[in-house]
């Protein structure tokens, strides 16, 4: 399988990017182990986490996410084998976002000792509290790396001019950059990313990971109508694409799949990895079924029909 450097870095990884999110939350640590095992049993090695997940099931700290992989690695004793990323600064049940020197020397040492690990390799800025000086908090990642606990760094949730003064000081201060992008971007979520982030990428050599890449399960065609919000627990969550725009997607994407004989899940993603400075989409799956629309993503290439029939519906 090819794999993709990361930015300016030497970490390589496949094109999928498994999402850690629901380890400890709908699944349970033997169910957790069995994806992991099935996901890097097929070739794919990227595995993306955050200190917070899931803090939203008991409303503490978060950290089981963290703490499953921990024990996973542990027992497989594969550390070397997985590019692990994992993030710093978002909202918890007791704390708010932080992204201090101060918090981030507190939160390294946690997830650390919740991962079983020596060092991560990639780690992020979560979220922005947008108070702390952008040097201050790159500061803190360059002790962290002198340190050998994290190799390189990246971002998320960041505002287009905070990102810009984080690459005007790392040059300025010789600090460390930003190597890769985490930002919400799929074929219903387009405009955000596509006018503001992706000249960024472009400027400063990002490597981009999409979150919500299938848009909280929307784009995997399983939610239709407002009855079928009932059948998970993101039902919520994508009752807000249920537009004529929202289902012209669902139509293109339901096309493009049977001309393939795929899903509409695949085809999503192999749409995100048509796009320029797209690496790796970010995705969860909580079963071997959703496990295979992943693993057939890279496989599928689409022609200019296909992109030009998707570019429509999503523009």
Not at 85 to 105: E, F, M, N, R, Y
Not at 135 to 148: N, Q, S, V
Not at 165 to 180: M, V
């Amino acid at each position: 399988m090819k794999k993709i450097i990361i930015g300016e870095t030497d970490l390589e990884v496949a094109p999928i990017n498994l999402g850690g999110n629901v380890f400890g939350w709908t699944l349970n640590e033997k169910q957790s182990f069995d994806i992991l095992d099935a996901f890097t049993a097929e070739g794919f090695n990227y595995i993306d986490t955050a200190d917070m997940y899931s803090y939203w099931v008991d409303g503490g700290a978060g950290g089981q996410s963290e703490t499953i992989l921990g024990q996973w690695m542990k027992s497989r004793g594969n550390r070397k084998d997985v590019i692990l990323a994992t993030k710093v600064g978002g909202q918890t049940g007791v704390h708010p976002v932080d992204t201090s020197k101060k918090h981030i020397l507190e939160s390294v040492d946690k997830s650390l000792q919740r991962l079983q690990t020596d060092y991560i390799d990639l780690y992020y800025t979560h979220f922005d509290d947008e108070k702390t000086p952008v040097e201050e908090t790159l500061e803190a990642y360059d002790d962290i790396i002198k340190a050998g606990k994290v190799r390189y760094i990246a971002a998320s949730n960041i505002a287009p001019e905070r990102l810009v003064a984080s690459f005007e000081a790392s040059e300025k201060y010789g600090l460390p950059k930003y190597q890769a992008l985490q930002p919400h971007y799929n074929l219903v979520e387009r405009a955000g990313y596509e006018s503001t982030y992706a000249p960024l990428a472009e400027q400063y050599n990002l490597s981009v990971f999409p979150y919500w890449s299938l848009a909280s399960g929307f784009l995997t065609g399983k939610y239709r109508s407002k009855d079928d919000l009932k059948k998970s627990v993101r039902g919520a969550d994508v009752e807000k694409y249920l537009t004529d725009k929202g289902l012209s997607i669902l139509q293109a994407l339901d096309a493009v799949s049977k001309r393939y004989n795929s899903t509409p899940a695949t085809v999503a993603l192999a749409w995100l990895l048509e796009q320029p400075h797209i690496a790796a989409p970010i995705v969860s799956a909580t079963s071997e079924r959703q496990l295979q629309t992943l693993f057939d993503a890279p496989k599928l290439t689409l022609d200019s029909e296909d992109l030009k029939l998707l570019d429509t519906a999503s523009k």
